[in-house]
């Protein structure tokens, strides 16, 4: 039984990775800047009444984290650190190389916290990726986009879940009404607990293509891909996944691996799990889209878990307590997993949603993330979804059939505004 440092959970629900260390047998002391962000919304009691402890930096203070983590560790060591939250992956970083644990180092965790950094990166070692420059004001977005030229996506450097993201495909999408350059900045945007965006966004050439997720398990630079999880977008102007298929039996394995670990290596990924998306054009191949210090999120390794017939996260707790990757046997998929979103066109207050009941074993996953009284809309990015269905077939057809079909019986109520 080893004892962990966890380090906040995903959008404040995803709690699959403190449940599979419970299930092997870990004690887990959780760190958060806010437990009452918990509380507020019953995770506290549900989940966190199992931790070992509970210590709450508020406001987060990273020397003050690494003073208070320093003092459990000096009497009860921590074993390993994990940390699936984009926006603490650098403290995070800087912790564990203080506590000597594995994790990725504090120099790749920062430079990978930064979009436009992990570009220049690649550019300098000469890895493929669209066209791309840097914006920190409105002025000098106006500017890049008129260089660039059409179509084109901006984004924020340190952004994440689709936030903030916009597609300009022609001088049409810029409506003079709304001058959404001229006002794109500042953005405001509230990533959680305490962590404001820095206004500083990535530009880059908008190519068409097939969106695929990469999940990869490192250890001492070596590298291991779990598989392609193949992803069905909404159509533009949206950013947002409508679902995905984790195997994908469609595309080269190795040439789309082989751009990935270039990728990893480039950025000087040393250890812990990546989620790298790649847009496979017909015309260029593989492309990166972003890359990802940590597990893919949006409860996306439950599909992984269905398909492999094993536990990710597990694997994942097992990575930073030193376990090779060599005695992390994947054995052949179990068959198709496949998920579908749940959304509303309607924008609106969510009254209620009523879900159909699950028949047959194909349906594995169902939850709902929205709760009455949210404000919803339609899904121009993945935090407007409001839940998923999972399914698991022998045949992907088969499992696209039920998560579609699934999905079709569901109806979303929404008050309008």
């Given at each position: 039984?080893?004892?962990?440092?966890?380090?906040?959970?995903?959008?404040?629900?995803?709690?699959?990775?403190?449940?599979?260390?419970?299930?092997?047998?870990?004690?887990?002391?959780?760190?958060?800047?806010?437990?009452?962000?918990?509380?507020?919304?019953?995770?506290?009691?549900?989940?966190?009444?199992?931790?070992?402890?509970?210590?709450?930096?508020?406001?987060?203070?990273?020397?003050?984290?690494?003073?208070?983590?320093?003092?459990?560790?000096?009497?009860?060591?921590?074993?390993?650190?994990?940390?699936?939250?984009?926006?603490?992956?650098?403290?995070?970083?800087?912790?564990?190389?203080?506590?000597?644990?594995?994790?990725?180092?504090?120099?790749?965790a920062a430079a990978m916290r930064d979009k436009f950094t992990v570009r220049t990166i690649l550019a300098e070692n000469g890895i493929r990726q669209p066209e791309f420059a840097l914006a920190t004001d409105n002025q000098q977005l106006r500017a890049a986009v008129e260089s660039m030229g059409f179509p084109v996506l901006v984004k924020p450097c340190d952004g994440y879940g689709s936030q903030n993201i916009?597609?300009?495909?022609?001088?049409?999408?810029?409506?003079?009404?709304?001058?959404?350059?001229?006002?794109?900045?500042?953005?405001?945007?509230?990533?959680?607990?305490?962590?404001?965006?820095?206004?500083?966004?990535?530009?880059?050439?908008?190519?068409?293509?097939?969106?695929?997720?990469?999940?990869?398990?490192?250890?001492?630079?070596?590298?291991?891909?779990?598989?392609?999880?193949?992803?069905?977008?909404?159509?533009?102007?949206?950013?947002?996944?409508?679902?995905?298929?984790?195997?994908?039996?469609?595309?080269?394995?190795?040439?789309?691996?082989?751009?990935?670990?270039?990728?990893?290596?480039?950025?000087?990924?040393?250890?812990?799990?990546?989620?790298?998306?790649?847009?496979?054009?017909?015309?260029?191949?593989?492309?990166?889209?972003?890359?990802?210090?940590?597990?893919?999120?949006?409860?996306?390794?439950?599909?992984?878990?269905?398909?492999?017939?094993?536990?990710?996260?597990?694997?994942?707790?097992?990575?930073?307590?030193?376990?090779?990757?060599?005695?992390?046997?994947?054995?052949?998929?179990?068959?198709?997993?496949?998920?579908?979103?749940?959304?509303?066109?309607?924008?609106?207050?969510?009254?209620?949603?009523?879900?159909?009941?699950?028949?047959?074993?194909?349906?594995?996953?169902?939850?709902?993330?929205?709760?009455?009284?949210?404000?919803?809309?339609?899904?121009?990015?993945?935090?407007?979804?409001?839940?998923?269905?999972?399914?698991?077939?022998?045949?992907?057809?088969?499992?696209?059939?039920?998560?579609?079909?699934?999905?079709?019986?569901?109806?979303?109520?929404?008050?309008?505004?």
């Amino acid at each position: 039984m080893a004892h962990l440092l966890l380090l906040e959970v995903p959008g404040g629900n995803d709690f699959d990775l403190f449940e599979a260390a419970q299930a092997q047998g870990h004690q887990v002391t959780f760190f958060t800047a806010d437990s009452s962000y918990y509380a507020q919304n019953g995770t506290l009691k549900k989940y966190l009444g199992s931790a070992k402890r509970i210590v709450e930096i508020k406001p987060f203070d990273y020397h003050e984290f690494e003073k208070r983590a320093v003092e459990i560790h000096q009497k009860d060591p921590f074993d390993a650190l994990l940390c699936l939250i984009d926006t603490r992956i650098p403290e995070a970083a800087k912790l564990a190389e203080r506590l000597n644990l594995r994790f990725l180092n504090p120099e790749s965790a920062a430079a990978m916290r930064d979009k436009f950094t992990v570009r220049t990166i690649l550019a300098e070692n000469g890895i493929r990726q669209p066209e791309f420059a840097l914006a920190t004001d409105n002025q000098q977005l106006r500017a890049a986009v008129e260089s660039m030229g059409f179509p084109v996506l901006v984004k924020p450097c340190d952004g994440y879940g689709s936030q903030n993201i916009a597609i300009f495909l022609s001088e049409d999408d810029l409506n003079p009404l709304l001058d959404p350059l001229d006002n794109y900045l500042p953005c405001h945007t509230d990533y959680g607990f305490g962590v404001m965006a820095n206004d500083r966004l990535l530009v880059e050439r908008y190519i068409s293509g097939q969106l695929v997720g990469c999940d990869t398990l490192t250890r001492n630079g070596k590298h291991v891909m779990l598989g392609i999880n193949e992803k069905l977008m909404y159509p533009p102007p949206s950013c947002a996944i409508k679902g995905s298929c984790f195997p994908s039996d469609r595309y080269e394995t190795d040439k789309i691996q082989d751009y990935v670990f270039s990728v990893l290596d480039a950025l000087g990924f040393n250890d812990g799990a990546t989620h790298t998306e790649i847009l496979l054009s017909p015309e260029q191949g593989p492309l990166l889209v972003e890359v990802n210090p940590r597990l893919v999120g949006a409860k996306i390794p439950r599909l992984l878990n269905l398909a492999l017939g094993r536990s990710v996260h597990e694997d994942v707790i097992d990575l930073h307590l030193g376990k090779p990757l060599s005695e992390l046997p994947y054995q052949a998929p179990c068959g198709f997993a496949v998920s579908r979103w749940i959304i509303t066109e309607a924008a609106g207050t969510l009254e209620e949603v009523i879900i159909p009941p699950a028949s047959g074993s194909g349906i594995r996953h169902v939850e709902i993330l929205k709760k009455p009284g949210n404000p919803v809309s339609y899904p121009y990015q993945n935090g407007d979804r409001i839940g998923y269905v999972m399914t698991l077939g022998n045949t992907r057809e088969q499992a696209e059939q039920l998560a579609d079909d699934y999905v079709s019986q569901v109806h979303v109520k929404v008050s309008p505004l």
